[in-house]
C-alpha cells in the first residue's frame, strides 16, 4: 500500500511538474548525469550515470521529489524523497515530507542550487554560512524538458 501512494504522489508531481518554455529555476523535471563526493579538495568519487544509475528529480512551484535506482554487483537499491521547498538565490532548503532513508524524513536540508548553462548543479551539505560542509556531494542535472 505504501509503495503505491509513493507511486501515485510521483505520479501527481510529474505531471504538475511539466512546464512550459520559459519556466523558473528549478521547475521542471531533470535527470542527473553526474554524481561526485568530495572529502576536503579530493575528489573521492565521479561517477556518470548510465543504465546502472538512473535518477531524476522534479519540481513544481511548491514542492520537489526524486526517483532512482543504482545497480550493484546483483542487488537494487532504489533512492526516492519529496517534500516542500525554499529558494532565495542560490540557497536552497529542501523539507523532506517522504524518503527512502525514514531518518530523513521532517529534516531540513541546506543546499546550493545553481544553474549553469542547461545543467542544474546541487551542493550539499552546506553549513549555516551556505559553504559546503568538508565531505560534501555535487549533484549535476540536465532539464529533460
Request: aromatic share 14%; net charge neutral.
Amino acid at each position: 500500500m505504501k509503495v503505491r501512494i509513493v507511486f501515485y504522489v510521483m505520479v501527481l508531481l510529474t505531471v504538475i511538474g511539466c512546464t512550459q518554455n520559459g519556466a523558473k529555476l528549478p521547475e521542471g523535471t531533470w535527470k542527473m548525469v553526474n554524481f561526485q563526493y568530495y572529502s576536503g579538495d579530493t575528489l573521492k568519487a565521479n561517477d556518470v550515470m548510465d543504465d546502472s544509475v538512473n535518477q531524476v528529480k522534479i519540481w513544481t512551484p511548491n514542492y520537489f521529489t526524486f526517483v532512482g535506482r543504482s545497480k550493484g554487483d546483483s542487488t537494487y537499491q532504489d533512492n526516492y524523497g519529496g517534500g516542500t521547498y525554499k529558494l532565495d538565490g542560490i540557497n536552497y532548503e529542501e523539507n523532506i515530507q517522504f524518503h527512502s532513508y525514514k531518518s530523513y524524513i521532517g529534516q531540513t536540508v541546506k543546499l546550493l542550487l545553481e544553474l549553469k548553462g542547461d545543467t542544474l548543479v546541487q551542493t550539499f551539505p552546506v553549513d549555516n554560512m551556505w559553504k559546503p560542509e568538508k565531505s560534501h556531494f555535487i549533484e549535476k542535472y540536465v532539464r529533460l524538458q
